[in-house]
């Protein structure tokens, strides 16, 4: 024992431990711990005994039943002599009794700390509320005028000065999520689901079929998704059976059809259950939703080093709202994004039931929702075909679609969006929207939702609505943070965090206590001495404060040795949909979205017609063939308007098509969607539409011209619409190109306007390009300067236009020529550049997906 220290000795189910003051020592039922105790009341890593500097500390990690004292759930507790402590229930949990202690130091208390209505007694826990940093004078410090007369134990009086310590301690509300745990467990620290006996020379397989001995009702996993086994030496070992959605250990995918023998320090992820081995039996956690969720030191820089999120640590109970507010540029998208994984920090840990979210990010992003600003489901669809879509790509592909449409409907009735179902999602208001919005992301029965300003743009009463939804969500077993700018219904939060200029933390705690720490009666004036005061530490004054000891300082003591880098994430995973399942799927909801616009639709007739009607305004000699195999000069101008009209045609039909959909395109991605499934249903759906619009131009403008007897290959008529559509689709990929460049819609009609333009000079009919060092070599670049020559080489436009060198009558572009290798050539090239574009769009997809899947 350390000199002065009192000796304390732990009796528990008659065994006995002397406990030394040199370490902390480890209470539940994990077999590696220091004090083990076989009852299935008490979490796999329970509590903690330790020296606390002045009395001996017992510290309750969060566990799912709790540890009491005299009836009372606490979180902590500083032991006296003859202090018992009941694990699991308080009236008949296994009894700890704690003898031979010596009492605590002078000034120090035996209390409970953290509980729902426990009872405080004596001091506060020794240092744990140093005093508050200095506030900037000049009036900043002065304290709003009280709006209402101060309640019994209201904390932080309105007369208060800022830079003065409270003169009482802050109310506690629920406990803050317990450190982090070595080894990952397989339900953090919750008592298991249940058990499964494994016996040698039996398989036990797992999945979704009732004719399986291990069934997850679980719509995430494979009718048979994988296999226990018993090797001959006695080990086990887990085999997937090629499930659709992945099998995982300790948050790696296995291998489709892999095996790898499983220890009881591993665990496996199936769907929302995870498995551990302990001795000959499995124990299943079952994710429910009640799911603690804690931040640790997130750390975010920009490439120049400049930091845009300092620092952030906080933790929220299982079945929590959480409010993040903050100034423009005080990080909260950038939290969010961290937070979800979507874009790591690069210092920091985001710890989902004590496990580590980027180190298991691949099992457990089906378990994290996501509401983005912008709606992320197509408007122009009713909302039930929304949600049966969404659904087809979300689930594994042997789920019939009569569970998939159970599960909408059950969603459709949860958020009391079925008598809305046969809406279109335009027609819906913006609260409304937001419902459909959220009930995408229920779909998977999440137990983390994280919306980001779900409330932006709703007047007073459609926020309220919002929020009150978003309570409803947290009380029926989520956790729920929400980024909002509104104010007005922050009291239906649990917690609350202030976000300061600078990505720091400027408050934690409690909503309604929230204004008095910061000594103002309103948020208007909270953000503007953000604003006034952008260099103040506000993140020291917070790391001072009271509320910080209660709740976030645990949480910072608690990182483990070696954490402060995040990790690499591994986002390797299985697809929930094969790809051409997935390409099929979004090749008819593309074709749902472009039906439904009609407005579209008459464009899409409209604008050929008009094309192919005025290229027949422009008179030809005896049309696009040489009259008496003289020269057909007009023949080169015509075909001039009727390509720049399909390179035009093509590019329009495509140009929003990606960025209108990025955010939808974003959130899909992340739950296993197929970049290349996407383009590919777009290049397609396009592709048919390009095509019929070149048919459409062909019949208006090639019948009233005389052409030439024959073509290439097929007849001139047939061969010139060939060589139209190809030029089309060639130019929807151009768009695409575009669409995938530009941040808003905006900017797609202006850089149209300019290709188009471009497309017109290198056609090589306005002026001589062949032979031209330099803009020849750029005109290959061009889709139109390859149209006009697959079109040219038809009609033999090498014979028909006047050579530009009129002394030479053969000095006319060689690309022009009427012959099978020319016509080929030409042909290749253009559809070539198609392709080059096509896989350009795929690697520019990724700079507007989440980070961790650009792999």
Not at 824 to 842: N, P
Request: charged content about 20%; hydrophobic content about 40%.
């Amino acid at each position: 024992m350390g000199h002065g220290v009192p000796e304390l000795v732990l009796e528990l189910n008659g065994q006995t431990w002397t406990l030394d003051p040199s370490r902390a020592y480890s209470l539940g039922r994990d077999p590696q711990g220091d004090v083990v105790v076989e009852d299935a009341r008490v979490s796999w890593r329970h509590a903690t005994v330790r020296w606390g500097g002045r009395s001996w500390v017992l510290e309750d990690h969060g566990s799912t039943n709790g540890t009491y004292t005299q009836g009372q759930r606490i979180q902590q507790l500083e032991l006296a002599p003859g202090t018992s402590v009941n694990l699991g229930n308080a009236a008949d949990g296994p009894r700890l009794t704690l003898s031979g202690a010596a009492a605590a130091q002078p000034g120090g208390y035996a209390a409970q700390v953290g509980a729902p209505g426990a009872q405080q007694q004596g001091q506060p826990v020794p240092e744990a509320y140093p005093q508050q940093a200095p506030y900037p004078q000049q009036g900043f410090g002065q304290p709003a005028a009280p709006l209402h007369a101060q309640q019994p134990g209201q904390p932080y009086p309105a007369e208060q000065q800022w830079g003065q310590p409270a003169p009482q301690q802050p109310q506690m509300a629920q406990p803050v999520p317990s450190p982090r745990q070595e080894p990952a467990t397989g339900g953090g620290d919750r008592s298991p689901t249940s058990f499964h006996q494994l016996s040698l020379g039996r398989v036990m397989r797992i999945g979704r079929s009732l004719e399986n001995e291990l069934v997850v009702s679980d719509l995430q996993v494979s009718r048979h998704h994988a296999e226990f086994r018993a090797t001959p030496d006695g080990r086990f070992e887990i085999h997937d059976l090629g499930s659709h959605n992945g099998t995982y250990v300790n948050g790696q995918l296995l291998p489709k059809a892999g095996s790898v023998v499983i220890t009881p320090q591993d665990t496996v992820g199936v769907g929302h259950s995870t498995f551990r081995l302990v001795g000959d039996r499995l124990e299943e956690f079952v994710d429910t939703g009640e799911v603690s969720f804690s931040a640790r030191h997130l750390t975010v820089k920009v490439d120049s080093g400049k930091v845009i999120l300092d620092n952030v640590t906080f933790g929220v109970p299982e079945k929590s709202l959480i409010g993040v507010i903050g100034p423009s540029g005080s990080g909260k998208s950038t939290l969010l994004r961290a937070l979800t994984g979507y874009r790591p920090a690069d210092e920091g840990e985001v710890l989902y039931d004590n496990r580590n979210l980027y180190e298991h990010f691949a099992e457990l992003r089906q378990r994290i929702g996501l509401v983005p600003q912008d709606d992320i489901l197509h408007k122009e669809l009713k909302v039930r075909t929304a949600l049966r879509y969404a659904a087809k790509l979300r689930f594994p592909g042997d789920v019939a679609d009569a569970e998939r449409n159970a599960r909408v409907e059950e969603v459709l009735a949860e958020l009391k969006l079925d008598i809305h179902a046969d809406k279109r999602i335009t027609s819906l208001s913006g609260g409304q929207r937001k419902r459909v919005s959220v009930a995408l992301e229920l779909l998977t029965k999440p137990s983390l939702i994280f919306l980001d300003e779900p409330t932006s743009g709703l007047d007073p009463g459609m926020d309220r609505d919002v929020m009150q939804l978003l309570r409803g969500l947290a009380d029926d077993g989520r956790t729920v943070l929400v980024v909002t700018h509104s104010v007005a219904e922050l009291g239906l939060c649990d917690k609350l965090l202030v976000m300061a200029p600078g990505g720091g933390v400027a408050y934690f705690g409690p909503p309604e206590e929230a204004l008095n720490f910061f000594g103002y009666g309103s948020w208007a004036d909270v953000f503007s001495a953000f604003e006034n005061y952008r260099d103040h530490d506000w993140m020291g004054r917070w790391q001072g404060s009271q509320h910080y000891q209660m709740y976030a300082a645990e949480l910072d003591a608690s990182m483990a040795p070696g954490a402060g880098s995040a990790p690499e994430i591994s986002a390797k995973h299985h697809k929930p949909q094969s790809w051409l399942s997935q390409l099929w799927t979004l090749m008819r909801r593309y074709t749902s979205v472009i039906a439904s616009d009609r407005g579209f639709l008459a464009l899409m007739v409209i604008l050929p017609a008009v094309i192919g009607g005025v290229s027949r305004v422009i008179p030809a000699a005896s049309g696009l063939s040489a009259p008496d195999r003289g020269f057909n000069g007009p023949a080169g101008t015509i075909l001039l308007i009727l390509v720049v009209g399909m390179v035009f045609t093509g590019s329009a039909n495509s140009v929003r098509e990606l960025i209108k959909e990025r955010v939808i395109y974003e959130r899909e991605r992340a739950t296993g969607l197929s970049r290349s499934a996407y383009l590919m249903s777009k290049i397609i759906v396009l592709g048919v539409i390009t095509a019929f619009q070149a048919v459409i131009i062909s019949v208006i403008a090639f019948p009233a011209r005389k052409l030439p007897d024959e073509g290439v290959l097929m007849p001139p008529a047939l061969e010139l619409c060939v060589g139209l559509t190809a030029l089309g689709l060639t130019a929807l990929t151009l768009g695409l190109v575009i669409s995938s460049l530009v941040k808003t819609s905006e900017k797609t009609m202006p850089l149209l306007v300019m290709v188009a333009i471009v497309q017109v000079v290198f056609t090589g009919v306005l002026f001589q390009v062949y032979g031209s060092l330099g803009v020849e070599q750029l005109a290959w670049l061009m889709p139109s300067r390859w149209g006009v020559a697959v079109t040219g080489s038809t009609i033999d436009l090498s014979h028909l236009m006047v050579p530009w060198d009129r002394s030479n009558p053969d000095d006319l572009d060689p690309l022009w020529e009427h012959s099978v290798g020319i016509w080929a050539l030409d042909l290749g090239v253009l559809l070539l550049i198609g392709v080059a574009c096509a896989f350009l769009v795929l690697r520019l997809l990724r700079r507007h997906e989440p980070e961790v899947m650009r792999k």
